[in-house]
């Protein structure tokens, strides 16, 4: 591991050096598995971050509570450490460009986004990705600075962004953003992931063009 960032109390960015690493598609996964001394092991997936150019594969992951894995590479991790990965894994879930996309992702569930935008943006393809970034706060919402830069519809839960007041995404305001996409992709909790893709319905958005990411609380 090269670096480690704790940005919040809750999340950890860690960058690796992969030996022989595969060149990923932004929205595919890594599994990252812990192995102790005695031979236990055990092991999550996490989104990629990082876009397919950078020579330094990233992960954001969200401490959560008796997280087993998570916790340990939010508390104890260090840069030096050596970890087993698996990847890239995943082809359902990606976005190269070919199609203009709307993503509609809460919380922890950007990450994979970030990996898009950031392959968007080196490419010039910015105007083909239309993101809405959902967090309670803009503290909680990892890379918000970032998704701004790239064009992102922040929508703040719990406290205002501007002139705009805290709430959930309104349907007129994902439309503009939804208008002649061919792919949508959601990506949160699996309440957000529920609330996501009845907003892209409300818009008219086909429900045979939404790809869905959802995790629970036990990763």
């Known amino acids: 591991m090269i670096e480690v960032e704790r940005p919040t109390d809750r999340l950890v960015r860690l960058r690796f050096h992969v030996e022989d690493r595969v060149d990923h598609w932004p929205g595919q ?37 008796d997280g087993e894995v998570s916790g340990f590479m939010h508390d104890v991790a260090e840069v030096g450490d050596v970890f ?20 509609v992702v809460g919380g922890s569930g950007v990450v994979p986004v970030v990996s898009m935008a950031r392959y968007a943006h080196r490419l010039g393809l910015s105007s083909m990705l239309r993101i809405v970034a959902v967090g309670r706060t803009y503290d909680d919402l990892p890379y918000a600075a970032e998704l701004e830069k790239y064009g992102a519809f922040l929508a703040l839960t719990r406290e205002n962004l501007g002139d705009r007041v805290a709430h959930p995404p309104y349907p007129d305001e994902v439309l503009p953003l939804a208008e002649d996409v061919e792919r949508a992709y959601v990506c949160g909790s699996v309440g957000f992931a529920s609330f996501a893709t009845r907003l892209l319905g409300e818009v008219g958005v086909r429900a045979d063009t939404i790809r869905v990411e959802q995790f629970g609380a036990t990763s």
């Open 29 to 65: 996964h890594y599994v990252l598995r812990l192995r102790a001394p005695d031979g236990y092991t055990a092991q999550r997936s996490y989104s990629i971050a990082s876009d397919p150019h950078d020579p330094l594969l990233e992960l954001m992951i969200e401490c959560l509570p």
């Open 84 to 103: 087993e990965l698996r990847g890239p894994i995943g082809g359902w879930f990606t976005w190269t460009g070919e199609q203009p996309a709307i993503c």
